[in-house]
Structures are given as structure tokens and as C-alpha cells.
Nanobody, 119 residues
Framework: QVRVTESGGGLAQAGGSLRLSCAAS????????MSWWRQAPGNERTLVAS????????YYADSVKDRFTVSRNRAMNTLYLQMNNLKPEGTAVYYC????????????WGQGTQVTVSS
């Protein structure tokens, strides 16, 4: 059973940077995709960025394009999210999710990591 664990959250000032990591453990991850989501208080969880695990194609939400970069280290079973030029509206709990082969959607979720951006 694959598990994913996020790390790298914290406090940053507006305009600053943070890098999140998502490590897949339990078995080598050879699933469909991995992704980053975020949920601010009172809001729904929304997709921030994703990456197809085999081919590496990416998706970004419009709100983070040109500021966030998703990447992976397949040997380390790890997904990253480099967040630059952070904005206060980016304050949220950031979740990593994985889609296993055969799953119709993201079926493995981490516990989340808090990102707080001060103005």
C-alpha cells in the first residue's frame, strides 16, 4: 500500500519562496500521477498542480502558473512543488495526492502541510 507524506511547509513572506516535498513510501510508486492540492479555511480543496508519473506532463492552476513548478525524482519516489513569489492568498494546507494504476481518481492522500504567507 502506497503512502504519501508531505514536508516543507512553513511561514513565508509575500514574494518569498518555499519548496514542498511529497515522498511516496510503502512500495515503489508506478502509478498514474501525483499532484498538489490546497485548502484554505472555509474553502474547498482545489488542485494546484499535477504531474503524470511516467511521462512527466504537468498541469497548473491558473492562479499559480509562472510562479509554481512541480517536479519529481522518480528514483526517490518524491514529488516537489517549488513555490515562488508567494501571495497571502496562498495560505492554506497543502496536500499531496497520488493516483494508483486502476484508480479512477486520486486515491492516496497525505496529511497535509501548512503554508502561511504573511503580507
Amino acid at each position: 500500500q502506497v503512502r504519501v507524506t508531505e514536508s516543507g511547509g512553513g511561514l513565508a513572506q509575500a514574494g518569498g519562496s518555499l519548496r514542498l516535498s511529497c515522498a511516496a513510501s510503502g512500495r515503489t510508486f508506478n502509478g498514474v500521477a501525483m499532484s498538489w492540492w490546497r485548502q484554505a479555511p472555509g474553502n474547498e480543496r482545489t488542485l494546484v498542480a499535477s504531474m503524470r508519473w511516467a511521462g512527466g506532463s504537468t498541469y497548473y492552476a491558473d492562479s499559480v502558473k509562472d510562479r509554481f513548478t512541480v517536479s519529481r525524482n522518480r528514483a526517490m519516489n518524491t514529488l516537489y512543488l517549488q513555490m515562488n513569489n508567494l501571495k497571502p492568498e496562498g495560505t492554506a494546507v497543502y496536500y499531496c495526492a497520488a493516483q494508483s494504476w486502476g484508480a479512477s481518481d486520486y486515491n492516496v492522500w497525505g496529511q497535509g502541510t501548512q503554508v502561511t504567507v504573511s503580507s
